[in-house]
């Protein structure tokens, strides 16, 4: 079964900096894409970046993210993170790590399936 | 990017009906179209992928359909725990981007 698990999810200061985890198992990690999709309380949902299987990787961002989170991952741990800088209040949200159906993030693509989040709060 | 436009925002259903739920591309998308089901408290769920293709172990009375810009999934013989938010999420191009939601409510 797969399953991913998130973690590092906390109150932070305005400003501060966070890494999350995200632990796969269940899967050939290396074969496929990950994802990171937040959530604002009571919100939609944003897609936060990508990165692709070899790890090597090729990256991918939101523009409301980028140059202040950085995604990577460890294939030797089947493990995906989510570095995030500078944080302001508009990044509090549930962030989930998702599983791409591709390897390179090319179309038909999709996210399946879906850590069950970690809660991120940004306030003084 | 691709503005991702879904209708309507909100629905009210009766256990039985059949619901349907449209999705409209801001451009052609092909048929790169999943939807989702989230509900409340919970992580999403795939429901259908590459605008027709249901997702395993989901239900037959999902179906999802279109190509180019309009797209729609309907929900065949409603049943309690069909009530949820549904979005529909591009991945032609990235920024991949996810509709506004549908709550389907009782």
């Known amino acids: 079964e797969v399953q991913l698990l998130e973690s590092g999810g906390t109150l932070v200061q305005p400003g501060g900096s966070l890494r999350l985890s995200c632990a796969a198992s269940?899967?050939?990690?290396?074969?496929?894409?990950m994802a990171w999709v937040r959530q604002a309380p009571g919100k939609g949902l944003e897609w936060v970046s990508t990165i692709s299987g070899d790890g090597g990787g090729t990256t991918y961002y939101a523009d409301s993210v980028k140059g202040h989170f950085t995604v990577s991952r460890d294939n030797s741990k089947n493990t995906l993170y989510l570095q995030m800088n500078s944080l302001t209040a508009e990044d509090t949200a549930v962030y989930y790590c998702?599983?791409?159906?591709?390897?390179?993030?090319?179309?038909?693509?999709?996210?399946?399936?879906w850590g069950q989040g970690t809660l991120v709060t940004v306030s003084s | 990017d691709i503005q991702m436009t879904q209708s309507p925002s909100s629905l009210s259903a009766s256990v039985g009906d059949r619901v349907t739920i449209t999705c409209r591309a801001s451009?052609?998308?092909?048929?790169?179209l999943n939807w989702y089901q989230q509900k409340p408290g919970k992580a999403p769920k795939n429901l259908i992928y590459a605008a027709s293709s249901l997702q395993s172990g989901v239900p037959s009375r999902f179906s999802g359909s279109g190509s180019g810009t309009d797209f729609t999934i309907t929900i065949n013989s409603l049943q309690p725990e069909d009530f949820a938010t549904y979005y529909c999420?591009?991945?032609?191009?990235?920024?991949?981007?996810f509709g506004q939601g549908t709550k389907l409510e009782i």
């Open positions: 999420q591009q991945s032609y191009s990235t920024p991949y981007t």
């Open positions: 451009q052609s998308i092909n048929t790169y």
């Open positions: 269940g899967f050939t990690f290396s074969s496929f894409a």
């Open positions: 998702a599983k791409e159906a591709s390897f390179y993030n090319t179309p038909p693509d999709w996210f399946d399936p």
